[in-house]
């Protein structure tokens, strides 16, 4: 008994070795890829490539990207591993031009993958998509965001900045601190909830509200979130095998609901409110009617040029315009909000333009004057320090040249490559932004950005795929700090966090906890 046992024993062992063996092969299988092409690279680590510190939840991925572009700052390119796939993180500023803008069409296509089946909504954003697929969302949406179409949903930005303030009245009352982070995510859902969807979520009122409950399940980040986040833009292979989620089925079928309830009372009884929902519904319109006239198919296929603006395709870019106005402009404000709290000074400037301007025009606000309101200095400065987004992502659709890092020559950038662009750390690289830990709005006046250098300052991206709804999130953040600055002092409280410690669990640049500040009725 005693001899099969061990037999059995040496047998587990002998395979468990053996997949261990094969593992570490297929692993690490890649790991000469960069150095037959000519191109210096960090040395990968088996199994993870160069996201260990990512993976075991030390580091968050934009710092890891910012510390290997501070690292090899004589390379205009650098060669690092996501697990055991070759990718190409980006330094010099000429480069990032070409594959943003000059030769955008051969890295057009984003890195980030996401399996429909798993997240049907996220799947078919215009985040997502790809190729001729993107290109007629894209020509779709596009005048959904214009400034005509801006100014017709400035209306419901400004009530909500009006409840904004009626909220803060009540809870500083007692001079307690109010947590900024939670109270601009709250602002910013209701802003989104009333453009997007036409609901009032309430969120101000009620932290348990509906709306803003399923916001949270979206971006509270716990591991497992995490680490389909990463494996989205790092390992879209891995994150298809072990089934990861992004969007739960609840809330995705949450969103359904809402925006297919909506559209019914709105065509059921012809109410028009100007907001993103309007426009796509009239974009649907006249895609139904081009069907019924033969004019185009009535199914999209996948690698087709059509843009099918019904079913899920419908729902998907009303959730992308909620995910992305919901979730980068709370936490660009409330970092916002952050630093005036531990500069004064600038906030006492700040908040003097502000009121002479609000003198000036008896109060009212437009969407014009809120767009020549100085505070464009401020946002900048923010989302430089902080870029909600620390990445960009790109894929070499064919064959690439890249200039040789010994100056002779080219090296050939093989299809399939990732590209990345470490936004974080080109915005916090002292040769662009002098003293980059400082908090300086005056770096975005227009003679300072004259003598620096273009692609210094990337929060939305560049080239076609830049961020399409850049407008609408920059009017919220100015708006909420109209709103809070005009009627607050605000102040550091014993419980502020200096400096702020970034999450690390999560694939955009959000803080840890919550970021509490005191808040004075002027």
């Known amino acids: 008994m005693a001899l099969i046992f061990n037999y059995i024993t040496l047998a587990l062992f002998t395979i468990l070795c053996g997949l261990f063996i094969y ?17 210096s690279y960090v040395k990968p680590l088996p199994f993870v490539g160069n996201l260990k510190e990512v993976m075991f939840l030390k580091e968050n991925i934009g710092k890891t990207l910012q510390r290997i572009y501070s690292e090899h700052s004589d390379k205009p390119f650098v060669g690092i591993f996501a697990f055991d796939q070759p990718n190409l993180l980006i330094r010099d500023l000429d480069l990032v031009k070409n594959i943003l803008v000059k030769d ?37 949406l596009t005048p959904v965001f214009t400034s005509a179409k801006m100014k017709l949903m400035f209306y419901l930005v400004e009530l909500c900045g009006k409840d904004l303030v009626k909220y803060l009245d009540m809870v500083t009352a007692d001079g307690t601190p109010v947590d900024v982070r939670e109270t601009t995510a709250r602002f910013t859902t209701d802003v989104i909830a009333s453009c997007a969807f036409g609901i009032n979520s309430n969120s101000l009122k009620n932290p348990d509200a509906e709306f803003r409950r399923y916001m949270r399940n979206i971006f509270d980040f716990s591991i497992r979130r995490g680490l389909a986040g990463l494996t989205m ?14 969007v739960d089925d609840d809330t995705t079928n949450y969103i359904r609901k809402a925006v297919w309830q909506t559209v019914d009372y709105r065509e059921k009884n012809e109410v028009i409110r100007n907001d ?8 649907r319109n006249k895609w139904k ?20 603006i019904d079913g899920d395709e419908f729902v998907a870019q009303a959730f992308a ?19 005036l ?41 923010t989302l430089r320090k902080y870029p909600v987004a620390p990445f960009l992502d790109r894929t070499c659709l064919s064959d690439y040249k890249l200039p040789s890092p010994s100056g002779k020559g080219t090296v050939i950038l093989p299809n399939g490559i990732a590209i990345f662009i470490p936004v974080l750390g080109i915005q916090n690289d002292p040769k662009y932004f002098p003293e980059p830990e400082k908090f300086d709005p005056e770096r975005f006046t227009e003679d300072n950005k004259q003598n620096r250098p273009s692609y210094t300052h990337l929060p939305f991206g560049e080239g076609p ?12 953040v100015k708006m909420g700090l109209i709103h809070v600055l005009s009627n607050y002092d605000v102040a550091p409280c014993k419980d502020t966090p200096v400096p702020i410690v970034i999450d690390p669990k999560s694939f955009l640049f959000h803080p840890i906890g919550k970021i509490p500040l005191s808040l004075t009725r002027i």
């Open 233 to 246: 833009f790092f390992a879209p292979n891995l994150k298809r095998i072990l089934k990861l989620k992004f």
């Open 341 to 381: 709290a531990l500069h004064s000074e600038i906030q006492q400037r700040l908040r003097a333009e502000i009121t002479q301007v609000l003198d000036k025009h008896h109060g009212e606000l437009t969407y014009d004057l809120v767009l020549r309101c100085s505070n464009d200095i401020l946002s900048a400065e």
């Open 289 to 308: 009617r081009s069907v019924q006239e033969d004019k185009i198919p009535a199914k999209s296929q996948e690698n087709d040029s059509h843009f099918e």
């Open 276 to 283: 993103f929902l309007d426009s796509m519904i009239e974009m």
């Open 465 to 476: 795929r830049m961020c399409i709804g850049m407008r609408f999130g920059l009017i919220q």
């Open 23 to 39: 593992l570490y092969f297929y692993f690490t299988r890649n790991f000469n890829f960069w150095k037959e092409l000519g191109v």
């Open 104 to 140: 955008a069409q051969n890295f057009i296509d984003r890195v980030i993958a996401v399996d429909e089946n798993l997240d049907p909504l996220l799947g078919k954003t215009i985040f997502v998509t790809k190729g001729q697929r993107w290109r007629r969302v894209r020509v779709n």
């Open 321 to 339: 315009f909620l995910a992305a106005g919901f979730e980068t402009s709370g936490t660009t404000l409330s970092y916002a909000l952050y630093e």
